[in-house]
Protein backbone atom coordinates (compact mmCIF):
# COMPACT_ATOMS: atom_id res chain seq x y z
CA UNK A 1 0.00 0.00 0.00
CA UNK A 2 1.11 3.53 -0.87
CA UNK A 3 2.14 5.47 1.99
CA UNK A 4 -0.38 8.39 3.10
CA UNK A 5 0.22 11.45 1.57
CA UNK A 6 1.96 14.38 3.11
CA UNK A 7 2.15 18.38 2.34
CA UNK A 8 5.67 17.56 0.80
CA UNK A 9 4.14 14.73 -1.29
CA UNK A 10 4.08 15.48 -5.02
CA UNK A 11 0.85 15.96 -6.96
CA UNK A 12 -0.33 15.77 -10.65
CA UNK A 13 -3.41 17.90 -11.04
CA UNK A 14 -4.08 17.43 -14.74
CA UNK A 15 -1.04 18.70 -17.15
CA UNK A 16 0.49 20.43 -13.95
CA UNK A 17 2.99 18.90 -11.85
CA UNK A 18 3.22 20.63 -8.11
CA UNK A 19 6.32 19.40 -6.17
CA UNK A 20 4.06 19.94 -2.84
CA UNK A 21 0.85 19.93 -2.19
CA UNK A 22 0.50 23.82 -0.75
CA UNK A 23 -1.77 25.96 -3.02
CA UNK A 24 -1.58 29.78 -2.69
CA UNK A 25 -5.31 30.51 -2.95
CA UNK A 26 -6.50 33.50 -4.76
CA UNK A 27 -5.95 36.35 -2.88
CA UNK A 28 -7.64 40.09 -4.09
CA UNK A 29 -4.99 42.21 -2.74
CA UNK A 30 -6.19 45.58 -4.86
CA UNK A 31 -2.68 46.61 -5.90
CA UNK A 32 -3.06 46.75 -9.47
CA UNK A 33 -1.70 49.85 -11.18
CA UNK A 34 -3.74 52.17 -13.64
CA UNK A 35 -5.95 50.48 -16.47
CA UNK A 36 -5.88 47.61 -13.86
CA UNK A 37 -2.33 46.38 -15.04
CA UNK A 38 -0.39 44.11 -13.49
CA UNK A 39 2.70 46.22 -11.91
CA UNK A 40 6.21 45.37 -11.37
CA UNK A 41 5.56 45.26 -7.59
CA UNK A 42 2.78 41.94 -7.94
CA UNK A 43 5.79 39.89 -10.01
CA UNK A 44 7.94 40.43 -6.66
CA UNK A 45 5.03 39.68 -4.64
CA UNK A 46 3.91 35.99 -6.55
CA UNK A 47 7.49 35.12 -7.31
CA UNK A 48 8.48 35.61 -3.62
CA UNK A 49 5.66 32.82 -3.17
CA UNK A 50 6.48 30.79 -5.89
CA UNK A 51 7.44 27.14 -4.32
CA UNK A 52 3.88 27.20 -3.86
CA UNK A 53 3.08 23.49 -5.54
CA UNK A 54 0.49 26.18 -7.23
CA UNK A 55 -0.20 29.65 -7.71
CA UNK A 56 -3.86 30.72 -8.03
CA UNK A 57 -3.85 34.42 -9.04
CA UNK A 58 -5.75 37.22 -7.54
CA UNK A 59 -9.23 37.47 -8.62
CA UNK A 60 -8.91 39.07 -12.30
CA UNK A 61 -11.62 40.65 -14.27
CA UNK A 62 -12.55 38.90 -17.93
CA UNK A 63 -14.09 42.30 -19.01
CA UNK A 64 -14.94 45.92 -18.07
CA UNK A 65 -18.19 44.38 -17.38
CA UNK A 66 -16.91 42.12 -14.77
CA UNK A 67 -15.15 44.95 -12.85
CA UNK A 68 -16.43 46.17 -9.93
CA UNK A 69 -13.72 47.08 -7.27
CA UNK A 70 -10.83 49.35 -7.22
CA UNK A 71 -7.27 48.67 -8.50
CA UNK A 72 -8.19 44.71 -9.41
CA UNK A 73 -5.98 43.74 -12.21
CA UNK A 74 -8.08 42.32 -15.59
CA UNK A 75 -7.15 40.55 -18.51
CA UNK A 76 -9.07 42.06 -20.96
CA UNK A 77 -6.74 44.84 -22.60
CA UNK A 78 -2.89 44.36 -24.11
CA UNK A 79 -1.52 46.21 -21.54
CA UNK A 80 -2.94 43.99 -19.07
CA UNK A 81 -1.69 40.96 -20.96
CA UNK A 82 1.56 42.72 -21.13
CA UNK A 83 1.58 43.14 -17.50
CA UNK A 84 0.58 39.44 -16.73
CA UNK A 85 3.66 38.11 -18.79
CA UNK A 86 5.87 39.95 -16.83
CA UNK A 87 4.12 38.47 -13.91
CA UNK A 88 4.06 34.58 -15.20
CA UNK A 89 7.86 34.88 -16.22
CA UNK A 90 9.24 36.12 -13.23
CA UNK A 91 7.44 33.35 -11.42
CA UNK A 92 8.77 30.56 -13.89
CA UNK A 93 11.80 31.77 -13.65
CA UNK A 94 11.67 30.87 -9.70
CA UNK A 95 10.69 27.42 -10.86
CA UNK A 96 6.96 28.53 -9.73
CA UNK A 97 3.37 27.44 -11.69
CA UNK A 98 0.49 29.94 -11.77
CA UNK A 99 -2.84 30.12 -12.88
CA UNK A 100 -5.08 32.95 -13.59
CA UNK A 101 -8.42 33.13 -11.66
CA UNK A 102 -10.93 34.34 -14.17
CA UNK A 103 -13.60 36.82 -12.45
CA UNK A 104 -16.89 38.55 -12.99
CA UNK A 105 -18.42 40.26 -10.61
CA UNK A 106 -22.15 40.40 -11.54
CA UNK A 107 -24.19 42.47 -9.31
CA UNK A 108 -21.28 42.71 -7.01
CA UNK A 109 -20.25 45.72 -9.09
CA UNK A 110 -21.57 49.47 -9.06
CA UNK A 111 -22.84 51.70 -11.82
CA UNK A 112 -19.46 53.89 -11.66
CA UNK A 113 -17.33 50.70 -12.95
CA UNK A 114 -19.85 49.85 -15.54
CA UNK A 115 -19.26 50.81 -19.59
CA UNK A 116 -21.22 54.06 -19.88
CA UNK A 117 -22.29 53.83 -16.27
CA UNK A 118 -24.76 51.24 -16.70
CA UNK A 119 -26.74 48.93 -14.11
CA UNK A 120 -24.19 45.53 -13.30
CA UNK A 121 -25.71 42.50 -14.61
CA UNK A 122 -26.80 39.49 -12.94
CA UNK A 123 -29.22 36.44 -13.36
CA UNK A 124 -31.96 38.08 -11.67
CA UNK A 125 -32.74 42.03 -10.75
CA UNK A 126 -31.92 41.03 -6.72
CA UNK A 127 -29.57 43.76 -5.42
CA UNK A 128 -27.17 42.24 -2.43
CA UNK A 129 -28.98 42.81 1.20
CA UNK A 130 -26.23 43.32 3.40
CA UNK A 131 -22.92 44.66 2.54
CA UNK A 132 -21.67 48.03 -0.05
CA UNK A 133 -20.23 48.39 -2.84
CA UNK A 134 -16.83 49.50 -2.70
CA UNK A 135 -15.87 52.37 -5.76
CA UNK A 136 -13.46 54.51 -6.40
CA UNK A 137 -14.96 57.20 -3.89
CA UNK A 138 -15.81 54.95 -1.31
CA UNK A 139 -18.28 52.52 0.19
CA UNK A 140 -21.32 52.89 -1.97
CA UNK A 141 -24.84 50.81 -1.62
CA UNK A 142 -25.81 48.11 -3.92
CA UNK A 143 -27.58 48.99 -6.89
CA UNK A 144 -30.25 46.45 -8.11
CA UNK A 145 -28.90 44.67 -10.62
CA UNK A 146 -29.85 44.02 -14.56
CA UNK A 147 -31.23 40.80 -15.43
CA UNK A 148 -29.47 39.78 -18.17
CA UNK A 149 -31.38 38.78 -21.28
CA UNK A 150 -31.09 34.96 -22.31
CA UNK A 151 -29.63 35.85 -26.35
CA UNK A 152 -26.77 37.86 -23.97
CA UNK A 153 -25.57 34.88 -22.18
CA UNK A 154 -23.33 33.85 -25.22
CA UNK A 155 -21.57 36.92 -25.02
CA UNK A 156 -20.95 36.40 -21.27
CA UNK A 157 -19.54 32.52 -21.97
CA UNK A 158 -17.20 34.51 -24.65
CA UNK A 159 -16.40 37.18 -22.56
CA UNK A 160 -14.50 34.03 -20.32
CA UNK A 161 -13.28 32.53 -23.52
CA UNK A 162 -11.75 35.98 -24.59
CA UNK A 163 -10.24 36.00 -21.30
CA UNK A 164 -8.55 32.43 -21.27
CA UNK A 165 -7.20 33.27 -24.36
CA UNK A 166 -5.71 36.11 -23.65
CA UNK A 167 -4.61 34.47 -19.98
CA UNK A 168 -2.86 31.72 -22.08
CA UNK A 169 -1.62 34.75 -24.66
CA UNK A 170 0.48 35.93 -21.44
CA UNK A 171 1.86 32.53 -20.41
CA UNK A 172 0.09 31.50 -17.38
CA UNK A 173 -0.21 27.71 -16.71
CA UNK A 174 -4.13 27.54 -16.71
CA UNK A 175 -7.02 29.07 -15.40
CA UNK A 176 -9.21 28.71 -12.76
CA UNK A 177 -13.13 29.65 -12.99
CA UNK A 178 -13.97 31.92 -10.35
CA UNK A 179 -17.66 30.41 -9.14
CA UNK A 180 -17.02 30.73 -5.86
CA UNK A 181 -18.37 33.74 -2.92
CA UNK A 182 -21.40 35.38 -4.82
CA UNK A 183 -20.10 36.26 -8.00
CA UNK A 184 -22.11 35.98 -11.57
CA UNK A 185 -21.28 31.79 -12.00
CA UNK A 186 -22.51 31.63 -7.97
CA UNK A 187 -25.23 34.12 -8.53
CA UNK A 188 -26.68 31.82 -11.31
CA UNK A 189 -25.76 28.42 -9.46
CA UNK A 190 -27.85 29.21 -6.29
CA UNK A 191 -32.02 29.70 -6.12
CA UNK A 192 -31.45 32.68 -3.73
CA UNK A 193 -30.26 34.78 -6.69
CA UNK A 194 -31.41 33.41 -9.62
CA UNK A 195 -34.90 33.33 -10.30
CA UNK A 196 -35.33 33.15 -14.22
CA UNK A 197 -37.76 31.26 -16.21
CA UNK A 198 -35.56 30.32 -19.23
CA UNK A 199 -33.03 27.56 -19.32
CA UNK A 200 -30.62 29.16 -17.30
CA UNK A 201 -33.04 29.09 -14.05
CA UNK A 202 -35.43 26.85 -11.53
CA UNK A 203 -34.28 23.50 -11.84
CA UNK A 204 -30.52 23.10 -10.49
CA UNK A 205 -29.87 21.79 -14.23
CA UNK A 206 -30.44 25.15 -15.23
CA UNK A 207 -29.03 26.92 -12.43
CA UNK A 208 -25.65 25.11 -13.63
CA UNK A 209 -25.98 25.37 -17.20
CA UNK A 210 -23.95 28.78 -17.46
CA UNK A 211 -21.14 27.54 -15.33
CA UNK A 212 -21.10 24.21 -17.55
CA UNK A 213 -20.89 26.14 -20.86
CA UNK A 214 -18.19 28.45 -19.69
CA UNK A 215 -16.48 25.46 -18.40
CA UNK A 216 -16.69 24.10 -22.26
CA UNK A 217 -15.41 27.46 -23.69
CA UNK A 218 -12.54 27.51 -21.34
CA UNK A 219 -11.67 23.78 -21.83
CA UNK A 220 -11.61 24.37 -25.78
CA UNK A 221 -8.95 26.70 -25.36
CA UNK A 222 -6.81 25.21 -22.60
CA UNK A 223 -7.77 21.68 -22.75
CA UNK A 224 -9.38 20.48 -19.30
CA UNK A 225 -6.10 19.19 -17.70
CA UNK A 226 -4.90 22.65 -17.73
CA UNK A 227 -8.85 24.32 -16.06
CA UNK A 228 -9.54 24.29 -12.42
CA UNK A 229 -12.54 25.74 -10.85
CA UNK A 230 -13.25 27.28 -7.41
CA UNK A 231 -16.91 26.90 -5.23
CA UNK A 232 -17.88 28.15 -1.99
CA UNK A 233 -20.85 25.74 -0.93
CA UNK A 234 -21.68 26.80 1.98
CA UNK A 235 -20.89 30.15 1.87
CA UNK A 236 -23.12 32.95 2.58
CA UNK A 237 -20.52 35.96 1.89
CA UNK A 238 -22.23 38.76 -0.64
CA UNK A 239 -25.84 37.42 0.44
CA UNK A 240 -25.39 34.40 -1.38
CA UNK A 241 -28.29 31.39 0.09
CA UNK A 242 -29.70 28.34 -1.58
CA UNK A 243 -32.18 25.98 -0.76
CA UNK A 244 -30.02 23.15 -1.29
CA UNK A 245 -26.68 23.51 -1.46
CA UNK A 246 -25.49 20.56 -0.88
CA UNK A 247 -28.02 19.25 -4.05
CA UNK A 248 -27.41 22.27 -6.17
CA UNK A 249 -23.32 21.71 -5.53
CA UNK A 250 -23.58 18.00 -5.42
CA UNK A 251 -25.19 17.95 -9.03
CA UNK A 252 -22.60 20.59 -11.14
CA UNK A 253 -19.67 18.94 -9.38
CA UNK A 254 -20.88 15.41 -11.09
CA UNK A 255 -21.62 17.14 -14.11
CA UNK A 256 -18.01 18.76 -14.21
CA UNK A 257 -17.25 15.45 -14.49
CA UNK A 258 -17.80 14.96 -18.20
CA UNK A 259 -14.50 17.44 -18.73
CA UNK A 260 -11.47 15.88 -17.13
CA UNK A 261 -10.76 18.99 -15.17
CA UNK A 262 -7.17 19.58 -13.35
CA UNK A 263 -9.10 19.88 -10.10
CA UNK A 264 -12.16 21.33 -8.12
CA UNK A 265 -11.13 23.76 -5.44
CA UNK A 266 -13.86 23.57 -2.54
CA UNK A 267 -14.13 26.70 0.19
CA UNK A 268 -15.16 24.63 3.05
CA UNK A 269 -17.09 26.01 6.06
CA UNK A 270 -15.54 26.49 9.31
CA UNK A 271 -17.14 25.85 12.51
CA UNK A 272 -16.53 30.24 12.85
CA UNK A 273 -18.22 30.77 9.87
CA UNK A 274 -21.41 28.66 10.85
CA UNK A 275 -21.36 30.21 13.81
CA UNK A 276 -21.96 33.51 11.42
CA UNK A 277 -24.52 31.34 9.10
CA UNK A 278 -22.67 29.64 6.69
CA UNK A 279 -24.70 26.29 5.83
CA UNK A 280 -23.05 23.46 6.60
CA UNK A 281 -22.48 20.85 3.33
CA UNK A 282 -20.87 17.42 4.28
CA UNK A 283 -17.37 17.47 2.03
CA UNK A 284 -17.28 13.91 1.87
CA UNK A 285 -20.75 14.26 -0.14
CA UNK A 286 -19.08 16.36 -2.61
CA UNK A 287 -15.88 14.78 -2.59
CA UNK A 288 -17.94 11.38 -3.85
CA UNK A 289 -19.47 13.25 -6.87
CA UNK A 290 -16.65 15.04 -8.65
CA UNK A 291 -14.07 12.31 -9.92
CA UNK A 292 -11.23 14.41 -10.39
CA UNK A 293 -8.37 15.71 -8.00
CA UNK A 294 -10.02 17.72 -5.10
CA UNK A 295 -8.39 20.76 -3.80
CA UNK A 296 -9.86 22.63 0.08
CA UNK A 297 -9.21 25.58 1.70
CA UNK A 298 -10.35 28.41 4.80
CA UNK A 299 -8.60 28.48 8.13
CA UNK A 300 -5.98 25.01 7.61
CA UNK A 301 -2.99 24.79 9.71
CA UNK A 302 0.29 22.75 8.66
CA UNK A 303 -1.55 20.48 10.88
CA UNK A 304 -5.02 20.38 10.05
CA UNK A 305 -4.08 20.25 6.05
CA UNK A 306 -1.98 17.45 7.30
CA UNK A 307 -4.46 15.47 8.76
CA UNK A 308 -6.79 16.43 5.85
CA UNK A 309 -4.45 14.43 3.22
CA UNK A 310 -3.74 11.98 5.87
CA UNK A 311 -7.38 10.91 6.18
CA UNK A 312 -7.69 11.34 2.20
CA UNK A 313 -10.94 14.16 2.57
CA UNK A 314 -8.67 16.14 -0.44
CA UNK A 315 -5.69 15.77 -2.37
CA UNK A 316 -4.36 19.41 -2.02
CA UNK A 317 -4.64 22.51 0.40
CA UNK A 318 -4.67 25.89 -0.45
CA UNK A 319 -3.73 28.29 1.90
CA UNK A 320 -4.32 32.08 2.12
CA UNK A 321 -3.78 34.02 5.18
CA UNK A 322 -0.77 32.28 5.97
CA UNK A 323 0.96 32.88 2.42
CA UNK A 324 -0.08 36.73 2.36
CA UNK A 325 2.40 36.60 5.69
CA UNK A 326 4.81 33.65 5.07
CA UNK A 327 6.30 34.34 1.47
CA UNK A 328 7.82 30.73 1.87
CA UNK A 329 5.27 29.04 4.01
CA UNK A 330 6.42 25.58 1.88
CA UNK A 331 9.49 26.03 3.84
CA UNK A 332 8.38 27.04 6.90
CA UNK A 333 6.01 24.20 7.43
CA UNK A 334 8.94 21.76 6.49
CA UNK A 335 10.55 23.12 9.28
CA UNK A 336 7.42 23.27 11.67
CA UNK A 337 9.31 27.35 11.86
CA UNK A 338 7.41 29.78 13.33
CA UNK A 339 5.07 31.89 11.02
CA UNK A 340 4.82 35.67 10.51
CA UNK A 341 1.20 37.05 11.88
CA UNK A 342 -1.15 38.19 8.42
CA UNK A 343 -1.56 42.43 9.21
CA UNK A 344 -5.43 42.39 7.87
CA UNK A 345 -4.76 46.20 7.84
CA UNK A 346 -2.98 45.52 4.83
CA UNK A 347 -4.72 43.02 2.70
CA UNK A 348 -6.77 45.49 0.46
CA UNK A 349 -4.56 48.10 -1.45
CA UNK A 350 -1.97 50.43 -0.41
CA UNK A 351 1.68 49.93 -0.95
CA UNK A 352 4.70 47.36 -0.29
CA UNK A 353 3.88 47.36 3.12
CA UNK A 354 2.11 44.11 4.32
CA UNK A 355 2.87 43.02 0.53
CA UNK A 356 6.10 42.22 -0.45
CA UNK A 357 7.81 42.94 2.87
CA UNK A 358 6.97 39.80 5.24
CA UNK A 359 10.52 38.58 5.75
CA UNK A 360 11.56 35.13 5.04
CA UNK A 361 12.87 32.61 7.41
CA UNK A 362 15.61 34.01 9.38
CA UNK A 363 18.55 32.12 8.44
CA UNK A 364 19.61 31.83 11.75
CA UNK A 365 16.96 30.00 13.09
CA UNK A 366 17.75 27.42 10.54
CA UNK A 367 21.44 26.64 11.45
CA UNK A 368 20.83 26.25 14.72
C1 LIG B 1 -7.37 39.37 1.43
C2 LIG B 1 -8.17 38.25 0.83
C3 LIG B 1 -8.48 38.27 -0.51
C4 LIG B 1 -9.18 37.21 -1.11
N1 LIG B 1 -9.42 37.21 -2.45
C5 LIG B 1 -9.97 36.13 -3.06
C6 LIG B 1 -10.07 36.06 -4.48
O1 LIG B 1 -9.64 36.97 -5.21
N2 LIG B 1 -10.64 34.95 -5.01
C7 LIG B 1 -11.10 33.91 -4.25
O2 LIG B 1 -11.60 32.92 -4.78
N3 LIG B 1 -10.99 33.94 -2.89
C8 LIG B 1 -10.42 35.01 -2.29
N4 LIG B 1 -10.24 35.01 -0.93
C9 LIG B 1 -10.50 33.78 -0.15
C10 LIG B 1 -9.19 32.99 0.00
O3 LIG B 1 -8.80 32.43 -1.25
C11 LIG B 1 -9.33 31.83 1.01
O4 LIG B 1 -10.36 30.97 0.63
C12 LIG B 1 -9.61 32.38 2.41
O5 LIG B 1 -8.67 33.36 2.77
C13 LIG B 1 -9.58 31.26 3.46
O6 LIG B 1 -8.33 30.62 3.49
P1 LIG B 1 -7.24 30.96 4.66
O7 LIG B 1 -7.92 30.67 5.96
O8 LIG B 1 -6.11 30.03 4.37
O9 LIG B 1 -6.89 32.41 4.54
C14 LIG B 1 -9.59 36.10 -0.32
C15 LIG B 1 -9.31 36.11 1.06
C16 LIG B 1 -8.59 37.15 1.65
C17 LIG B 1 -8.25 37.09 3.12
Not at 192 to 205: A, F, L, P
Not at 264 to 283: Q, Y
Request: aromatic content about 8%; proline content about 7%.
Amino acid sequence: MMNAPTLFTPLRLGAVEMPNRLLMAPLTRMRAGPGRMPTLSMAEYYTQRAKAGLIVSEATAISQQGTGCPNTPGIYTDGQIAGWEGVVKSVHMAGGRIFLQLWHMGRISHPSFQPEGGLPVAPSAIAPQSGQALTESGLQSYVTPRALETKELPGIVAQYAAAAKNAWRAGFDGVEIHNANGYLLDQFLRDGTNHREDEYGGSVENRSRLTLEVTEAVTKIWGADRVGIRFSPGGVFNDMRDSDPLATFSHVLHELNRFGLAYAHLIVSTEEDIRHGAVPVPLATLRKEFHGPLIIANGFTRMTATQALLEGVADAVAFGRLFIANPDLPHRFQLNAPLNSPDESTFYGGTEKGYTDYPALNLEFVQK
